[in-house]
C-alpha cells in the first residue's frame, strides 16, 4: 500500500500525521509513504528525521490576509495543486490523508480531482477552515471531538476517533517519569509549557509563579518557554532575584524533549489549549490549567479548552484574565485538593481516545480495500 500524507505548519499538524504513519507501519511494515509539505515548515526538517520521504509543494494562506496577499495566496495555492497531481502521478498513492494546515490543501484536492480515496484527520473542536471546506468532497474525516460535527456539512462522511497519541505517553508510569526528568517522587510537580513557540502573556506569569515558588517548597516545576522566549523569561527571573541554578525543584528550559515523562511525572500541567495538547492530557488523565491563545484562527484554543473544561478535567484562565498572582493562587488551590486533582485526573481520562491513531490506520486501510 502507498500512502501520501499531508499536513504542516506546526506541530499539531505534524504530529498527529507521524503517529497515523506509525499506527500504519505497525500493522504493515511493507507500506510505502511519502509526505508533502512545506520547504520552510517544521516538517521539513520532522519527516526526515523520522526516515520519511519528503517532498516540499506550494501553499498559501487566505485567512486574515489584505487582498493582495490574498491573491498571492491563490497564486501558491494553485501551483501547490499542479505540483501535487504530479506527485500523486510519480507515486501513485492509494490513498492520500490530510491532517491540516495549508499545504494539505492543495494535496487533497489533487486528490480529489485524480480519483484518488482522500481522508482528513481534524484535530479541532472548531475545524479548521481547509478541513471545513474539503470535507464534503473528500471520502471520510476523522474528527477528534464530536464537537466538531457541529462545524462540518451534513454531506461529509465522519467518524469520531479522537487525536492520535505518541504510544509512550499512555504506557509510561510515573515513577519512570520522575527518573527520567531527575525530580523528586515524593513531591507535586506541575509541568507547565508554552509549545514549541512559546507564548509571552505565559513567560509573563509563570516568572511571577517561579519568583514565588524560589522561597516555597510545596511543589516542584518543570516550565518549558518555548525557544523564542527563553531568553525573556531567563532575564526576567534574574530581576525578580531568581537563579535557577541554585534552585533544584525549579527548572526552565526552552523545550521538554522527553515529553511524555513530563506527563507522567505531573501533578497538574499548565499551558495552550492547542488539540495536540488537549488529547494528550486527555489520554494520560492529567489534571490542568488551560489558557488558550487569543490569536488562534476561529478561536479554536477556546473550543479545545472549553470541552475539557465542561467535562471537569481543566480550570481554564482566558488570556486576557492571566497574571502571575492568579496562577499562583489556582496552582495552590488545586495541589491543595488531593481528591479534587484525583477527580480532575478522571474526568480527563474519560474523554480519551488512546487507540485513536489504530482507529484511524484501520479506516484507512478500509478505505483501500473498498
Request: charged residues 20%; glycine residues 10%.
Amino acid at each position: 500500500m502507498r500512502v501520501l500524507v499531508s499536513g504542516g505548519g506546526t506541530g499539531g499538524h505534524i504530529y498527529p500525521a507521524l503517529a497515523i504513519v506509525d499506527a500504519l507501519r505497525e500493522v504493515d511494515s511493507s507500506i510505502e509513504v511519502l509526505y508533502a509539505g512545506t520547504a520552510d515548515g517544521l516538517e521539513a526538517r520532522l519527516v526526515p528525521e523520522r526516515g520519511i520521504r519528503f517532498e516540499a509543494i506550494e501553499s498559501g494562506g487566505l485567512i486574515r490576509l489584505s487582498l493582495w496577499r490574498k491573491v498571492a495566496g491563490v497564486v501558491r495555492a494553485a501551483r501547490g495543486v499542479l505540483q501535487a497531481c504530479r506527485l500523486i502521478g510519480a507515486f501513485r498513492p492509494d490513498v492520500v490523508v490530510g491532517t491540516g494546515g495549508f499545504v494539505s490543501g492543495p494535496v487533497l484536492l489533487a486528490a480529489i480531482l485524480r480519483g484518488v480515496p482522500t481522508l482528513i484527520q481534524e484535530q479541532n473542536a472548531f475545524p479548521g477552515s481547509t478541513n471545513r471546506w474539503l470535507a464534503p468532497f473528500v471520502d471520510l474525516v476523522c474528527l477528534a471531538f464530536d464537537e466538531g460535527r457541529r462545524y462540518i456539512s451534513p454531506r461529509a462522511s465522519c467518524l469520531v476517533t479522537g487525536n492520535p497519541v505518541r504510544r509512550e505517553l499512555v504506557q509510561l508510569s510515573p515513577e519512570a517519569g520522575f527518573a527520567r526528568l531527575g525530580f523528586q517522587p515524593d513531591l507535586p510537580l506541575v509541568y507547565a509549557t508554552a509549545g514549541s513557540r512559546g507564548a509571552a502573556s505565559l513567560t509573563a506569569a509563570m516568572a511571577e509563579v517561579a519568583a514565588r515558588l524560589a522561597a516555597d517548597t510545596r511543589f516542584q516545576l518543570l516550565w518549558a518557554t518555548g525557544q523564542r522566549y527563553h531568553p525573556e523569561a531567563v532575564e526576567r527571573l534574574k530581576q525578580l532575584g531568581v537563579d535557577t541554578e541554585q534552585t533544584s525543584h525549579i527548572r526552565v528550559v526552552p523545550f521538554v524533549s522527553d515529553a511524555p515523562a513530563a506527563f507522567a511525572a505531573c501533578s497538574l500541567a499548565i499551558g495552550r489549549s492547542g488539540a495536540s495538547t488537549v488529547s494528550e492530557l486527555a489520554a494520560v488523565g492529567r489534571p490542568s490549567i488551560l489558557v488558550p491563545s487569543s490569536h488562534t484562527t476561529h478561536n479554536h484554543q477556546e473550543y479545545n479548552a472549553r470541552l475539557l473544561e465542561r467535562a471537569g478535567g481543566a480550570v481554564v484562565i482566558p488570556d486576557a484574565g492571566l497574571t502571575g498572582d492568579r496562577l499562583w493562587r489556582t496552582i495552590l488551590e488545586l495541589l491543595a485538593d488531593e481528591q479534587g486533582l484525583r477527580d480532575m485526573a478522571d474526568r480527563a481520562r474519560a474523554m480519551g481516545r488512546p487507540n485513536a491513531a489504530s482507529e484511524i490506520a484501520q479506516a484507512i486501510r478500509g478505505l483501500v480495500r473498498r
